[in-house]
C-alpha cells in the first residue's frame, strides 16, 4: 500500500522550503501591477472551469461541490482491458493512502465512453473494482462535454476533435489539481515511481498557505456575472 510517509516530513520542514512545491501549470497570461511604484509582473495560471455531471449512483454532481478539496483525476471506460484496470488499482493506492482522511482529497475517473459507460453501468464497475464510493466519483454525461473537459480544461490529448462518434481519448494521464482549481502535476497512471511521487505531491498541496483568497467556483462565478 502506498503510505506517503513524507506528509510527516513536511509537516515539520515545510516552513523552512526544503521540500519541494509541486508547479503550476497551462500559463494563460502576464498581468501587469504596480505596487509601491515598483512594476511587478504576475502570471496567471489556468483555472479549471465549472462543469455537471453525474456519478455513479446517478447523481448530478459539480465542480462546485469539490470546494477546498485537491482533486486527481483520470480518464477510463468500464469496458478497457488495456491500461484502464491498472490505472484504477493504481488511483486505489492512492485514495488508501488517504482513506483515514477522506475530506482532503477527491477522486475524478471521467468516462470517455459515456454513450454506454451509464451509472448503472459505472456502479457495477467500482463495485468489481473494489472502490471505495466516498471519495470517488466515476463521472459520465454529454460526451462532448467529458471530451471538451478533457482537451482543454485538464490537457491530457494533444490531438483535437468534435466529441462525436469516431472521437476518441485514450490517456494513461492522471492530473493534480489544488485547491483552487489550477493544475499541479501530470503522472504517469502506470508507473509506479510516478504513483509515488503523486501520493507525496498530494501530501505537499494539503499544506500549501493559503492566499486568502475565495474558493476558486466562487470567483469563477464572480468574474462571469460582472
Partial sequence: MLVPLTGYLIVDHYSKDVVPIPRFYIPERVDTVVKNGEV????????????????????????????????LVDFFFTSCTSICPTLTSNMKKIQQAYVQNDTLLQLLSFSVDPVRDSAERLRSYANRMGINPDNWWLLTGDKKEIY??????????????????????????LVLIDKNGHIRGYYNGLDSNAIRQCANDIAVLHLEKEKNRPPFWKRLFSSSEK
Fill in 40 to 71: 511587478h509582473y504576475d502570471t496567471v495560471f489556468h483555472t479549471i472551469r465549472n462543469f455537471e455531471l453525474t456519478n455513479q449512483f446517478g447523481n448530478k454532481v459539480s465542480l462546485e461541490d469539490l470546494s477546498g478539496k485537491v482533486l
Fill in 148 to 173: 471538451d473537459l478533457a482537451r482543454h480544461e485538464f490537457f491530457v490529448s494533444v490531438t483535437e476533435g468534435n466529441g462525436g462518434p469516431d472521437d476518441f481519448i485514450h490517456t494513461e494521464k
